[in-house]
């Protein structure tokens, strides 16, 4: 939960005359997220969430955030709208924080999701790839492959008090990855967050995609793997077949993988996963004094790549080739 | 900022059936309050707000506050309005905790309150005096003049961790107040905690009261006393003379007050100076490992304290009379 910046009505009525969405009516500080501060914003002119980006987000990054939701949102893809305001700049300050206003999405985000959700998020990841494509900026993913090796450096000497024996399975991971991970896949726009927090739902019904803050050029089929990662397994850790039958051959169905994608699958999950168990093993190491948030479990992730290391083929995940 | 609870869709779906207010399209935690966890709720029928209880609330006690709420509701106070359930009932339960849904308020609260935001308060309480007064229900204040020594007992070993000499300070007041405290005056439902950010305002008018949590049967001056502590004083601890007469006399202006409740308001002020030194001071010597909500600072009410045990008369408030 998250509101790390707090917002006074001054400083917003004084912001809003710069957009024409009229008075403010309601300012309430939403418990979510853990990068920024966001606030359920109503004025005369609906419901919108103002965002003020914490220190954890690079301001040079935010333009090429705030164009990528525009950019899919007029090819039709249900996220988030900046708004402008009426210079056109979509980019203000509040507080002494880069802050912007974005319209806001119906739905809620689904803490167990079922098979039918998990084909609802594969068209949809689909649509978000082919909508991306042709946007016109990018940037690097930092927490791609070439950038695991230096984030676990920071963590390296206090792995073992979370496992012992963590820092010799991560160095023998990485290096496989490090040797075999693949860097000639279809690439473009992924979304490299697309845990179920971050989709919404209307009964069973995808309604929209959020938080595009950890968006990047990088393959496609990483992006299917971080998602095979966050939504097909159970709570107990086990793999969910169907659940990743459903996810995998939705997508397939509107973006077909290329063969070099199906063989790199299992490689990829296994990325995926390491670098989830990465960071959040850096947060579980350096929980701040005073924090407000509870780290999550590293091992969640360690199971996970346990797992994908023992995957032979696209098919075991459920993909019908 | 608070949500202890955390809903799933399911168990909120589930609640929801008991409704008349449609399927549910958006739930969001919010960073705000300190007692209860809030959500917002859209549904097909509009907006609310969904509260599950927490442990520092009696469940005996929410019959009390929210027939209130109905009471001041249907007696034209702009306050949230407790929805009932198709069987007539407002409480019901998610995750094990006490839960109910009431209407969503438009408003802001005021971080730094102006002289007209006084004045508006002075008129409302007044008229939330006068509307409750026909309440039928009744809840003894368990923080009245009875209850600060044992309050205090809970932390007098440690006091003078905070300030030194601060445990003999508050001893002699709590002698004082004991000897001295009015038990005559008109009394009658009261707020009992009215702070800025229980008032919400659109510009610079009204539009609600919130949060009736500590509501209990007390006397009406005493609630006039915590406003005159948590909205005349600025930042740097001094009383703004300008904001108590607009407040004051708003007030007055609605609800005349006796001679005894005159000469009684700088004791109230002590004794409602006191109860927040004591509830902060406890607050701040046990926060719990892992909090997520910083203690405020007990110091605030010593200084307001000290303040108020050198004012002689109502007229150094500001009241005209």
């Given at each position: 939960m998250a509101v790390y910046t707090e917002v006074t009505d001054e400083d917003l009525a004084e912001f809003l005359t710069r957009y024409d969405i009229g008075h403010m009516l309601s300012l309430k500080g939403i418990a979510e997220g853990v990068e920024n501060s966001n606030y359920l914003l109503r004025t005369q002119g609906g419901e919108f969430i103002l965002t003020l980006y914490e220190k954890?987000?690079?301001?040079?990054d935010l333009p090429f955030f705030l164009g990528l939701m525009e950019h899919l949102a007029t090819r039709g893809i249900n996220c988030p709208l900046p708004v402008k305001m009426r210079d056109g700049a979509m980019l203000g300050e509040i507080a002494g924080r880069p802050a912007a206003i974005v319209t806001f999405l119906d739905g809620v985000w689904v803490r167990r999701p079922t098979v039918r959700h998990c084909a609802e998020l594969g068209a949809a990841l689909a649509a978000f790839h082919k909508a991306g494509a042709d946007f016109h900026l990018s940037r690097t993913n930092a927490l791609g492959v070439g950038g695991w090796r230096p984030l676990f450096e920071r963590s390296r000497a206090r792995a073992d008090e979370v496992v012992p024996g963590l820092a010799g399975e991560i160095d023998a991971e990485l290096a496989r990855l490090e040797r075999d991970f693949p860097c000639d896949l279809p690439s473009g726009v992924i979304h490299a967050d697309l845990f179920p927090d971050n989709v919404f739902f209307i009964d069973e019904n995808l309604s929209g995609l959020i938080d595009f803050y950890f968006a990047c050029n990088d393959a496609y089929a990483y992006d299917v793997a971080i998602c095979l990662n966050s939504w097909c397994f159970e709570t107990d850790g086990s793999y969910n077949l169907t659940k990743g039958r459903a996810f995998l051959n939705a997508y397939a169905a509107a973006r077909p993988f290329s063969d070099a994608e199906v063989a790199a699958l299992p490689l990829l999950a296994s990325g995926s996963a390491l670098r989830f168990l990465l960071t959040r093993l850096y947060d579980w190491l350096n929980v701040p004094p005073g924090a407000m948030v509870r780290p999550k479990d590293p091992l969640e992730y360690l199971r996970k790549l346990r797992f994908h290391r023992a995957v032979a083929t696209a098919r075991d995940y459920g993909l019908d080739r």
């Open positions: 954890r987000v690079d301001p040079n």
